[in-house]
C-alpha cells in the first residue's frame, strides 16, 4: 500500500467524508471549490489523525495551510519529517 493510499485511508475512517479513499486524486484540492469539500473542523481532525497515524505534527498554521492542499502534500511532509 502507498503512504498516499494510507493517507486517504486514515481521512475516510477519521472524518465524515461522503467520498471513497479510492475516489480521492493524489492531487484532488482537499478545501475549497473542485475539492473533496473539507472544512475547518476537517482540518483539525485531520490534524490529529495525521499526528496519530504519521507523526506528523503540524503546529504552525501556514504550514498547515501548505502541507493540507492535496493528498500529495502531506505525503511530502511525512517524508519530509522522517
Sequence with gaps: MT??????DVMT???MLDVA???IGDDSPLFGPGGIGLDSV???QLVVALDKNFGLKIA???KAKDILQTVNTIAAAIEAKG
Excluded at 3 to 8: A, D, M, S, V
Design 60 to 62: 504552525d498554521q501556514s
Design 13 to 15: 475512517s477519521n472524518l
Design 42 to 44: 476537517d482540518a483539525l
Design 3 to 8: 503512504l498516499q493510499q494510507r493517507i486517504k
Design 21 to 23: 479513499a479510492a475516489d
